[in-house]
């Protein structure tokens, strides 16, 4: 750059008709100028690295968000089957432990039993046979001892297929739970694979934009629009109470929520229980129609059910949307599945 911008300068002069000479310190000034303004005519030119705007990394998250959050409701699935699985188990653990005491004490008694009656460890049974002369004595004791050692046998059984019963009912759930821990380790892995991408992204926000706060206001109507009173009044003014809390992904409360840990929350203040995935929740919750809703029915979102929010009136609701966004209102929007009503 520095060699071809100055040749403009290397002319005979109008002045004095004779070059000048290459060390001449006008020349030299002159061609530093040029080659200066050269540089930055080409700097001006090149296409500067275009910053992505807000809405552009908001869509960058949202992309990201929808691989993230149906792993999650996954994730939330699999921990309560995990959960329910361990207790069943635990359950029959209990049942099986005094069945094997059982099984031990009558295997002592028989040992026992056998022991004295056949190395004469005690007279009570050959004592009374040997001082007996009448062979139809010795006879009926023998029969007695068979019918004893018949009935040990068949006491002894029976614990033992019912010890059987309940260990052949466990050994399956065993199995699963070595299978459920699994699949739950995997699921927890790639949510925290996803959520280091989005906190990527909210770091990128934060950078180049100095906030992440693109949010407005998390309540820009009344929440609820309208009291339904009984066990939806519960739900819905509890959900309201949440606004402004953390997203937290497998989180049911107090502190923090995803979306169907804050529904299960809400509707749990007035005594329905719900499970912590939002699919097993549509599930358990009557269908209604848009024209029906009142606040505290629940709103799912997509084909696969990854996402719930609460319905608080005038076509708002409140749910747990996403990684670095606090529970807040939003408009019904698009996207919906269906309309459910618990209790």
């Known amino acids: 750059m520095a060699t071809s911008a100055p040749r403009r300068y290397l002319r005979w002069s109008s002045r004095d008709h004779r070059r000048k000479s290459p060390h001449d310190p006008s020349r030299v000034l002159t061609a530093l100028v040029a080659a200066t303004t050269g540089v930055g005519l080409l700097l001006v030119a090149a296409p500067a690295q275009a910053q992505p705007t807000v809405a552009e990394i908001e869509s960058q998250i949202d992309e990201v968000w929808a691989e993230l959050e149906p ?17 069943q188990a635990d359950e029959l653990q209990k049942k ?21 009656s056949y190395k004469g460890g005690s007279p009570s049974v050959f004592n009374a046979i040997l001082t007996n002369g009448k062979p139809t004595h010795l006879a009926d004791q023998l029969e007695l001892l068979d019918q004893f050692a018949r009935r040990q046998a068949r006491d002894v059984q029976a614990v033992v297929d019912l010890r059987n019963e309940y260990a052949a009912k466990k050994a399956p759930l065993d199995d699963l739970i070595v299978e459920l821990t699994s699949t739950e380790a995997q699921l927890a892995a790639k949510a ?52 402004g809390k953390p997203y937290v992904w497998g989180s049911a409360g107090p502190g923090s929520y995803d979306c169907s840990g804050l529904t299960l929350a809400a509707w749990a203040q007035a005594g329905v229980t719900l499970p912590h995935n939002a699919a097993r929740q549509r ?32 076509g708002w609701i409140v749910h747990a949307s996403q990684a670095g966004e606090p529970v807040q209102m939003r408009k019904i929007g698009s996207s919906v599945h269906s309309y459910g009503r618990p209790g």
């Open 96 to 116: 099986i432990k005094p069945l094997q005491i059982q099984i031990d004490l009558a295997m002592d008694r028989v040992s026992e039993f056998a022991a004295r």
């Open 71 to 87: 792993t999650i409701e996954r994730h939330n699935a699999v921990r309560q089957d995990l959960a329910a699985k361990k207790k």
């Open 283 to 314: 599930q358990m919750t009557a269908n209604v129609s848009r024209d029906e809703l009142r606040p505290g029915d629940l709103i799912f979102y997509y084909s696969g059910l990854s996402h719930v929010g609460m319905y608080v009136g005038n």
């Open 192 to 243: 925290k694979e996803i959520d280091a991408e989005v906190d990527r992204l909210q770091d990128l926000r934060l950078e180049a934009y100095g906030s992440t706060n693109t949010l407005g206001s998390l309540r820009p109507a009344p929440c609820p629009a309208t009291y339904p009173g009984g066990a939806a009044g519960k739900a819905v003014t509890f959900a309201c109470a949440q606004i």
